[in-house]
């Protein structure tokens, strides 16, 4: 089993920063994928970014490229987001989570574990 745990959501204004980070735990952690995904209310999750563990590749999707960057510590077994500019439409519970196989990095249904999610609120 892997345990992921998320933090540092939090409340900000349109424009500001935030940097998000997911500490992974528990079996030996070499995922093939890591990936964050939001849930706004009343909506599906949807996919954000995701890096992959070994070779370092980043993906995002087009309504955050250019302002959230995707990044991870390998040794500490640690993954970030750090998003700039940010908008109220990025308003949702940010989860992220770990594929162990070789899926599309952008199907969440791909991905074998999550974190509990951390909620970022912008204000306009």
């Known amino acids: 089993q892997v345990q992921l745990v998320e933090s540092g959501g939090g409340l900000v204004q349109a424009g500001d920063s935030l940097r998000l980070s997911c500490a992974a735990s528990g079996r030996t952690f070499n995922p093939y994928t890591m990936g964050w995904f939001r849930q706004a209310p009343g909506k599906e999750r949807e996919f954000v970014a995701a890096?992959?563990?070994?070779?370092?590749?980043?993906y995002y999707a087009d309504s955050v490229k250019g302002r959230f960057i995707i990044s991870r510590d390998n040794a500490k077994n640690t993954l970030y987001l750090q998003m700039n500019s940010l908008k109220p439409e990025d308003t949702a519970v940010y989860y992220c989570?770990?594929?162990?196989?070789?899926?599309?990095?952008?199907?969440?249904?791909?991905?074998?574990?999550w974190g509990r999610g951390t909620q970022v609120t912008v204000s306009s």
């Open positions: 989570a770990a594929d162990y196989g070789s899926g599309a990095y952008y199907l969440a249904r791909r991905y074998d574990y």
């Open positions: 890096v992959r563990w070994s070779g370092g590749d980043t």
